[in-house]
């Protein structure tokens, strides 16, 4: 198995022998009649080619590409040069010359297109960037992961009768160039269905997948369609649900529809047209960006050690040290003092004026090569770290059981792990939080957020602001009631929740059967997500 670095760098995860049995089963019966053309990016360990009958293959012309000449190797020894044409290049390049050139297109391209994050693609990779987009007529900005590039490639790549089928990163459903993907593609194929898991595919990593078979001829109904399966070993569908993609504002909502009833959708359509959200509050800047926390963020006793205590301001560097609550306090930050890392080096000024610890300290950042890193290096003096205004709340991107909002009362400094949040004339610090914690705002953070391996949330700031919220400016007791009910429920979200949900019903904005029913559906979307994560849900 490769390590997380190499899948990280190479995107290397093979497909499990199950999933590609399943998937070459489920495409036998769409196939068009006659000799096919067939492709296979990235072969691999060529799990796909395995599992095609005999029969079949003889009328198969074959072609199998991988980046990688050993494995084209093994493949060549094992299937013997006959068998198919085998290529070792970029796919990027293959694709490229292969529309350049009008070759015949291809009736079946299957496989399991490499995982690989824009920030980790080779710079011969990210050169071919340009090229690709012009060919391919696609934004270049929106091919942030080799995935894209394979599947914008491959819609490109079919005969008109031909059928794609890859497995790919659940990112397709949750993140913005992943949907922009999918409507691209829905606008290119008559048919799509997507394949979602109630187990994970890939058990070794932190990545949840979900397979895509488009069709250019329709072999049922024409659309979009996502189908719940048990595992991807077993692509039997009883629940497929046909998505509508509309606007940014709906579609996150449109492709989670699959995991609720139609008329639930319609009535959480409708409430949320009707809601505020929370950019009619607040508007969200993301904390500090130091480029080398390890660096810049200090103990307090490092710091006095150094003699640096007087260039330092309080931080709080990640939400796992916030504490439960959902205010943060200076009584809450001195209790960090003694933990951890929670003081930020602030250095200005031309060396001749710096004082000499921070100068020694500076040179010992640079023998450890910190002024190299890309965001330091790109900095008028790569030890100041830009520093952004205290803000009065918070809200941190990433979360496990449930987003927080948290009011920042010891006045300290956040890392970009979280986003300050600046408040309008219309709402206090105290009221966007109390407001927060409803399963309305809390349902829509599910649904408009996307997830990871672990189950780990994450909402962007564009997501956070456009949460849907009911406003209400606490009273003095209403807000110690709040606090008691936070504390009470030991961190169990429902408890938070019903709360919430109880001044909701008494402002009479939502009825009892509501609020029941944007419950249910939270416990629902909410339990997709933690499937994988170990934790409970």
């Not at 048919?191 to 109630?198: A, E, M, Q, T």
């Amino acid at each position: 198995m490769a390590s997380r670095e190499e899948i990280r760098s190479t995107g290397a995860v093979y497909t499990p022998d199950g999933v590609a049995s399943a998937i070459i089963e489920l495409l036998k019966p769409m196939l068009p009649s006659g000799p096919l053309r067939t492709l296979e990016p990235s072969v691999g360990d060529g799990a796909f080619l395995s599992h095609m009958p005999p029969a079949a293959l003889r009328g198969f012309s074959y072609t199998l590409v991988d980046i990688d000449q050993s494995v084209i190797d093994r493949l060549e020894e094992r299937l013997g040069k006959s068998a198919a044409s085998f290529v070792t290049t970029d796919f990027v390049q293959f694709a490229i010359e292969h529309k350049i050139k009008s070759r015949r297109a291809f009736d079946l391209i299957v496989g399991n297109p490499p995982f690989i994050r824009k920030h980790n693609f080779s710079e011969e990779f990210k050169d071919q960037l340009a090229d690709f987009a012009e060919c391919f007529d696609y934004p270049a900005k929106d091919l942030k992961n080799a995935w894209a590039f394979f599947l914008v490639a491959s819609i490109r790549l079919l005969s008109d009768k031909g059928l794609v089928a890859f497995v790919l990163p659940y990112e397709l459903m949750t993140v913005n160039y992943g949907q922009a993907l999918l409507k691209y593609a829905a606008g290119k194929l008559a048919r799509i269905d997507v394949f979602i898991s109630d187990e994970k595919a890939f058990k070794n990593i932190d990545q949840d997948a979900v397979i895509f078979v488009g069709q250019k001829t329709a072999s049922g109904d024409a659309g979009l369609f996502v189908n719940r399966v048990p595992s991807f070993t077993c692509l039997k569908s009883d629940s497929s649900s046909k998505i509508a993609l509309g606007g940014d504002s709906d579609r996150a909502l449109e492709l989670s529809a699959f995991l609720l009833d139609p008329p639930t959708v319609a009535a959480l359509r409708e409430m949320r047209a009707k809601a505020s959200v929370i950019s009619d509050y607040a508007n969200s800047a993301p904390g500090v960006v130091s480029a080398a926390n390890e660096y810049f963020i200090l103990t307090d006793a490092d710091a006095a050690s150094r003699g640096l205590a007087k260039h330092m301001v309080p931080i709080l560097k990640k939400g796992s040290l916030a504490g439960p609550s959902p205010v943060f306090t200076s009584a809450d930050f001195k209790r960090l003092e003694k933990n951890g890392p929670c003081r930020l080096l602030v250095a200005r000024g031309k060396r001749k004026s710096l004082d000499k610890d921070l100068l020694a300290y500076i040179r010992a950042g640079e023998r450890k090569e910190i002024h190299k890193r890309y965001k330091c290096r790109n900095r008028r003096r790569w030890y100041e770290v830009p520093l952004v205004p205290v803000e009065q709340g918070f809200f941190f991107k990433r979360s496990h059981s449930f987003p927080r909002i948290i009011l920042n009362q010891a006045g300290v400094h956040l890392t970009d792990t979280a986003y300050g949040l600046r408040l309008k004339q219309s709402c206090t610090m105290r009221g966007l939080c109390f407001s927060f914690y409803t399963s309305l705002t809390i349902l829509f953070a599910e649904i408009g957020g996307r997830f990871y391996g672990g189950g780990v949330l994450e909402l962007s700031p564009k997501e956070f602001r456009r949460l849907p919220i009911v406003y209400h400016e606490p009273s003095n007791e209403e807000w110690r009631a709040f606090l008691n009910a936070y504390a009470a429920a030991g961190g169990r979200v429902e408890r938070i929740l019903n709360f919430g949900d109880s001044w909701l019903k008494k402002e009479k904005a939502f009825t009892t059967d509501q609020l029941k029913m944007m419950r249910k559906a939270w416990v629902a979307v909410r339990a997709h997500r933690m499937r994988h994560g170990g934790r409970s849900s």
